[in-house]
Nanobody
């Protein structure tokens, strides 16, 4: 079955960087788009970024453009989210998703001084 396991979250200060990883299994990873979604405390879900199956193109929410980079290594069945210039507003749980139906357990990111 589909499994998505996120890692790499933690505590960072404003301006610092974190790199999230999502290890995928149970499906043909290299042919499907993957996305990152987040949920801030007390708020709804926000789409953050998405990437094509072959990695040829990616798209970002306006609030992370220029700061976050989504990438993937199809040989490792892993998708990444490089988060630079972190802001307090980036605090929340980050999930990688395969479509709308398959989500990982999430990894927590806390940005605080």
């Amino acid at each position: 079955q589909v499994q998505l396991v996120e890692s790499g979250g933690g505590l960072a200060q404003p301006g610092e960087s974190l790199r999230l990883s999502c290890a995928a299994s149970g499906f043909k990873f290299s042919i499907v788009p993957m996305t990152w979604v987040r949920q801030a405390p007390g708020k709804g879900l926000e789409w953050v970024a998405g990437i094509y199956g072959d990695g040829s193109d990616a798209d970002y929410a306006d609030f992370v453009k220029g700061r976050f980079t989504i990438s993937r290594d199809n040989a490792k069945n892993t998708v990444y989210l490089q988060m630079n210039s972190l802001q307090v507003e980036d605090t929340g749980f980050y999930y990688c998703t395969l479509g709308a139906a398959n989500w990982g357990q999430g990894t927590q990111v806390t940005v605080s001084s």
